[in-house]
């Protein structure tokens, strides 16, 4: 894990922003090294700094060039990777279950991911609630996670034709991908249940139920649950 | 003691400085497409530079006053009016209870800011008054202003404040609206593209297209393509970014941009110069220019030094100026 730290590219993102890449693959290692560095940022700030945005192989750094350079904020990104490498360490992981009411209404398009999967409605609902997912990034929109684990065999193809709005909690898949809407937004993803739980809620303290770094796992629940969560506020 | 909203214009919202800090969490930064024109208006009523504002959009709203107030405009020139008066920018003005500040056409620029004495009585979410669109919180309920709205002052006016004859001289530290040459520095991903995109983006014109709003600008211009096509790897973008989406154009990232991106960033525009993106209409052209990231800094060191002055002058003037 201590020599890929030293493989790290830097390069400037427009003229408050310094990028540290940490390779072109994605991949969990890749991931726990962006982890132990979020986690050292949050410990340590610097003089200028602003605040920093995870992503897949790269970390973000927004920084005030009026009080510092780009100079100075590289020479202080790279003493901080000799710190981390020396002594990674990483956030607890968390597991959050995500409880999902599969198809009909709240899924609409579980029965067209199953005929492109050739496989039953309930066969695509086990696959798809085996995994535990890695959150590796949240973006998009406030508190969406980006997914890695979804099974090939339910890989589907996004909607020829996006829909103009789909409901907060809605679980989908594109391509690999797999994720939950954490606000109405319109997309193109494939439909296959919904979930009571809110992603995002901005009178929470902590606003996003999801960080990266987290692990997901989607747990099939009755309609009728979630009818009953609905009515207790926790819905859409 | 506020202001009453009685038409809410093309697109009015309440937007301080941004919301900095949940940019992990995919919470946008928002805030004003042109914060210099805001923190301005700011400074002109004697409020802090970061103090939220309304944001005009073109066609502006009509803002019924219900006591006197020290306001200001700033941005650009929608031809304001008080009580069909024409209202002098960028300088302090003492409104009356029951005036009517007005708008008409878009002379100069798309966006202008009114800001009042001791700002509006909107609560902060999340470290910020900002209206965030799509998720729908922030500046008044989470919405463009309509009519009806009623917006609370924060402080009562205070008579000791007056519309000194006063107003800043613009020239040293805001953008001509009228120079349409956007300077900008290589994106992360510059050298992917053709030799031929890259020439092009540089000599030809871009024209801002009907699909422009806050989140972005799609731009018509030459069409741009990598010399050999690849899938990217989402990763942080930011304000000033220009992505290249689809079948080759380009948008530019604006104050309600997405966290992070999947598109291969060919330029990102030096802060600058976010007034001049910020105060384009739909229709208009612009011009790129490559600068370093040395001469993008000096410029915006330059830019933020005479507003510190513009600030000192300010802050003499209400300290002394009674």
């Given amino acids: 894990m201590n020599s890929t730290f030293k493989d790290v590219r830097f390069y400037p993102l427009g003229d408050t922003a310094i990028v540290a890449c940490l ?202 649950a979630f009818e009953i969560s609905n009515k207790s506020g926790y819905g859409n | 003691m506020g202001i009453n909203v009685l038409k809410g214009g093309l697109l009015s919202t309440i937007q301080d400085t941004g919301r900095f800090g949940y940019r992990k969490d995919g919470i946008i930064l928002s805030g004003a497409m042109d914060t210099l024109a805001l923190r301005t208006g700011n400074m002109i009523v004697g409020n802090d530079e970061h103090e939220a504002g309304i944001e005009c959009t073109l066609i502006g709203p009509g803002i019924l006053f219900e006591s006197d107030q020290l306001i200001a405009l700033s941005g650009a020139d929608l031809s304001a009016t008080i009580d069909n008066i024409p209202l002098k920018m960028w300088r302090p003005v003492l409104v009356r209870k029951g005036s009517v500040l007005g708008f008409g056409a878009a002379v100069a620029g798309c966006r202008s800011y009114l800001t009042v004495s001791g700002g509006f009585a909107v609560a902060k979410i999340l470290g910020s008054r900002s209206t965030y669109l799509r998720a729908g919180f922030g500046g008044l309920k989470g919405r463009a202003l309509q009519a009806g709205d009623y917006i609370p002052f924060r402080e009562r006016y205070q008579e000791t404040l007056h519309d000194f004859n006063w107003s800043c001289d613009l020239s040293a530290f805001y953008p001509d609206l009228n120079d349409r040459v956007i300077r900008v520095i290589k994106g992360p991903e510059n050298e992917l593209f053709s030799a031929g995109s890259r020439q092009a983006f540089f000599e030809q014109e871009f024209q801002l297209s009907n699909e422009s709003d806050r989140m972005g600008y799609r731009l018509k211009g030459p069409v741009l393509a990598l010399e050999t096509p690849q899938e990217m790897i989402s990763s942080a973008v930011t304000f000033g970014t220009v992505q290249v989406i689809g079948k080759g154009d380009a948008i530019v990232l604006m104050a309600d941009h997405q966290t992070t991106g999947g598109y291969p960033r060919i330029v990102q525009v030096i802060t600058a110069d976010f007034s001049k993106l910020a105060q384009l209409q739909s229709g208009q052209k612009i011009r790129f220019e490559l600068v370093t990231l040395a001469q993008a800094q000096a410029a915006l060191l330059h830019q933020e030094q005479q507003i510190k002055q513009l600030q000192q002058t300010l802050t003499f003037k209400y300290n002394n100026d009674i």
């Fill in chain 1, 23 to 224: 390779g072109d693959e994605i991949s969990n290692p890749t991931h726990d090294m962006i982890q132990c560095i979020c986690n050292y940022l949050e410990e340590y700030s610097f003089e200028g700094f602003t605040e920093y945005v995870p992503a897949f192989t790269t970390v973000t750094i927004f920084y005030d060039p009026i009080t510092v350079s780009y100079q100075s904020v590289q020479s202080h990104l790279e003493e901080m990777l000799a710190e981390v490498a020396a002594h990674p360490e990483k956030p607890a992981s968390r597991i959050v279950e995500i409880p999902v009411v599969y198809g009909g209404i709240w899924g609409p398009d579980l029965e067209i991911v199953a005929a492109h999967a050739n496989l039953t409605a309930a066969a695509v609902i086990s696959l798809h609630t085996e995994p535990e997912y890695l959150v590796h990034m949240i973006g998009f929109a406030p508190g969406f996670p980006y997914l890695a684990g979804l099974n090939e065999k339910i890989a589907s193809p996004r909607r020829a034709v996006p829909r103009a709005a789909i409901a907060a909690g809605s679980v989908g898949i594109a391509g690999n991908q797999t994720g939950v809407y954490p606000i109405e937004t319109p997309a193109g993803w494939q439909i296959i249940g919904r979930t009571a739980l809110r992603l995002f809620d901005v009178n929470r303290d902590e606003p996003t139920l999801l960080r990266a770094g987290d692990r997901v796992r989607f747990v099939a629940v009755e309609d009728r």
